[in-house]
T-cell receptor, first 117, second 113 residues
Framework: GAGVSQSPRYKVTKRGQDVALRCDPI?????LYWYRQALGQGPEFLTY????????KSGLPNDRFSAERPEGSISTLTIQRTEQRDSAMYRC???????????????FGPGTRLTVL | AQSVTQLGSHVSVSEGALVLLRCNYS??????LFWYVQYPNQGLQLLLK??????LVKGINGFEAEFKKSETSFHLTKPSAHMSDAAEYFC???????????FGPGTRLSVLP
């Protein structure tokens, strides 16, 4: 596609439910990143992939959060047993080259706004 | 660990006036620095980046930023504001070129007619 797309754009769920957020990167981009952005704050790094391999998940808040990118393209961020504090904008980005390569630029999607009631 | 502070969560300027958005960082190693802009309902867009080459960096839409190591600053400027510049601006630091960014809290820029 022309840019990074994310779905759904808005998700409202009840506390305790599991949610899956999808990111479709720009075609051909090898690296994919997940961020969480609370209201009034900047994005906070969660995790990233080079191809299908998860390279760094140090930003995932706890073990209820997981991400996968099984075929090196689309990625899913899953939050199990959601809590109200998980409410935020979840942003995905992709880059053409490998993460950490000089000159690489991350292109961001519009985000998924998650509300946990 | 790295951190970013942005002085002023909201800045208002008149159309045609100078835009100055402040960013200070802390990093134990030489950093890479970035400015992103976020328009409503859109993703973040890269404005410019500092990668240890020239200290004065020019970006898109007439914006530029100067890296000042002695002041640990990377302030964003534009000589003349346009209405279309109204958006939220984020400064970010990375020590490994974008494997994981640390973003500041953002500054919302309003441009008054």
């Amino acid at each position: 596609g022309a840019g990074v797309s994310q779905s759904p754009r808005y998700k409202v769920t009840k506390r305790g439910q599991d949610v899956a957020l999808r990111c479709d990167p720009i075609s051909g981009h090898v690296s994919l990143y997940w961020y969480r952005q609370a209201l009034g704050q900047g994005p906070e790094f969660l995790t990233y992939f080079n191809y299908e391999a998860q390279q760094d998940k140090s930003g995932l808040p706890n073990d209820r959060f997981s991400a996968e990118r099984p075929e090196g393209s689309i990625s899913t961020l899953t939050i199990q047993r959601t809590e109200q504090r998980d409410s935020a904008m979840y942003r995905c980005a992709s880059s053409l080259g490998l993460a950490g390569a000089l000159g690489n630029e991350q292109f961001f999607g519009p985000g998924t706004r998650l509300t946990v009631l | 660990a790295q951190s970013v502070t942005q002085l002023g969560s909201h800045v208002s300027v008149s159309e045609g006036a100078l835009v100055l958005l402040r960013c200070n960082y802390s990093s134990s190693v030489p950093p890479y620095l970035f400015w992103y802009v976020q328009y409503p309902n859109q993703g973040l867009q890269l404005l410019l980046k500092y990668t240890s080459a020239a200290t004065l960096v020019k970006g898109i839409n007439g914006f530029e930023a100067e890296f000042k190591k002695s002041e640990t600053s990377f302030h964003l400027t534009k000589p003349s504001a346009h209405m279309s510049d109204a958006a939220e601006y984020f400064c970010a630091v990375s020590i490994n070129y974008g494997q994981n960014f640390v973003f500041g809290p953002g500054t919302r820029l309003s441009v008054l007619p």
